[in-house]
């Protein structure tokens, strides 16, 4: 039997994703954020919901541009920091003592440690109450080569992302496959 909690934002997994942005000052910011995820495949989007009294608010806003880094296992620490301290008092990438790249292709900065970033330009903007959910069109993805699979792929396995339990506070690892996807089609 089920039972009724009530309305609450719990979807399992959510992924742990740091937003990069530049503020005025071109000062770069790194925010942890896990409502986010792929919402268009045509033309490629993803989404992620902030605040609005939160720093990174007004840098995209302002800069109309953002990254999106996936960051593995082994930066689970610098996640959870960027999550906890504002930009507007310290330099996350300089007291996490990570290397700021300014993207190529939009006014955004991104971490080079971090093995998945997407450069997105801002599309859309939607109020949703508390959160503001910004719409950022993928314009590249740039990847480490040691975790490209054989089809050119990032392989999740040499990713290693880690999810977030909004539920319980709890950082976790992504565990073992299950099966491949479409294994139930029957020929």
Aim: glycine share 6%.
């Amino acid at each position: 039997m089920k039972k009724s909690i009530g309305p609450k934002t719990l979807i399992y997994p959510n992924p742990v994703l740091l937003v990069g942005s530049y503020d005025e000052q071109n000062v770069p910011n790194l925010m942890a954020v896990s409502w986010g995820s792929i919402c268009c495949s045509d033309p490629p989007c993803v989404a992620v919901s902030i605040r609005k009294a939160r720093y990174t608010y007004n840098n995209i806003i302002n800069r109309k541009a953002f990254s999106v880094c996936i960051p593995s296992e082994k930066h689970v620490n610098v996640a959870d920091y960027c999550g906890i301290y504002s930009g507007k008092q310290e330099n996350k990438f300089a007291k996490n003592n990570l290397t700021e790249v300014k993207s190529n292709v939009v006014d955004a900065p991104y971490a080079d440690e971090f093995p998945v970033v997407l450069h997105c330009k801002l599309r859309e903007v939607n109020d949703l109450g508390v959160h503001t959910q910004f719409i950022g069109e993928i314009v590249d993805v740039t990847v480490d080569e040691e975790i490209l699979n054989e089809k050119g792929i990032p392989d999740i396995e040499k990713v290693l992302p880690i999810i977030y339990d909004y539920g319980t506070k709890t950082y976790y690892g992504i565990g073992q496959k299950l099966i491949d996807s479409f294994s139930n089609i029957k020929r």
